[in-house]
């Protein structure tokens, strides 16, 4: 069980806005950036979000993240079907020392 | 462009010390600021983070599996290596070597991936 909290699954029609969130503490999301990984069916992952809610080059503005105390979320606007895939939230953890992954979203596009 | 390539056995038997090599091509690992990762995916499972290391000596591991960990680099072929000691089947994954960033959840290059079956 992830110290970080996600919904395993998720689902929305093409063309519509999804959001999933990641819930932590003040030990990691309250006090440190928070990551976004897509990981495409036999894929490695790939960074999506960075220090919370920037985009590295090449990721489409559909997606979007922000960060609230200890509560995370990824947005995904103008579904697509390639959009489907699993989605992973990562922090560092203060008290742990190491960076921890929230359990994933498997994100179905109907 | 900056790659990574991991190679390793695929298969290791209980007890054994699994050894992974991560190849970087297109930057040095001297480079300052990143560390130099790895990480896993058991069959059907989530991301977790080993450890990093930096070519100027600090490793971070993760705390649960820290006493079966080296993560070590080798500056003159530009790699970087794993070794987890007294394997089990709960080792059985996906592994992936990665660029990240001290104390942070970034990882901007990955590897494929290798995966390893204990048996």
């Known amino acids: 069980q992830s110290v970080l909290t996600q919904p395993p699954s998720a689902s929305e029609t093409p063309g519509q806005r999804v959001t999933i969130s990641c819930s932590g503490s003040?030990?990691?999301?309250?006090?440190?950036?928070v990551y976004w990984y897509q990981q495409l069916p036999e894929t490695a992952p790939k960074l999506l979000i960075y220090?919370?809610?920037q985009r590295p080059s090449g990721v489409p503005d559909r997606f979007s993240a922000s960060k609230s105390g200890t509560l995370a979320s990824l947005a995904i606007s103008g579904l697509r079907s390639e959009d489907e895939a699993d989605y992973y939230c990562a922090v560092w953890d203060d008290n742990l020392s190491g960076v921890i992954f929230g359990g994933g979203t498997k994100l179905t596009v109907l | 462009q900056v790659q990574l390539q991991e190679s390793g056995p695929g298969l290791a038997k209980p007890s054994q010390t699994l050894s992974l090599t991560c190849t970087v091509s297109?930057?040095?690992?001297?480079?300052?600021?990143?560390?130099w990762s790895w990480l896993r995916q058991q069959p059907g499972g989530g991301l977790e983070w080993i450890g990093y290391t930096y070519y100027a000596g600090r490793t971070y591991y993760n705390p649960s599996l820290k006493s079966r960990l080296t993560i070590s680099l080798d500056t003159s072929k530009n790699q970087m290596s794993l070794k987890v000691y007294s394997v089990s089947v709960a080792d059985t994954a996906v592994y992936y070597c990665a660029r990240g960033l001290q104390r942070q959840g970034y990882f901007d290059f990955w590897g494929q991936g290798t995966p390893v079956t204990v048996s």
């Open positions: 297109g930057v040095s690992i001297r480079i300052a600021g990143y560390y």
């Open positions: 220090r919370n809610d």
């Open positions: 003040s030990s990691n999301i309250g006090s440190n950036f």
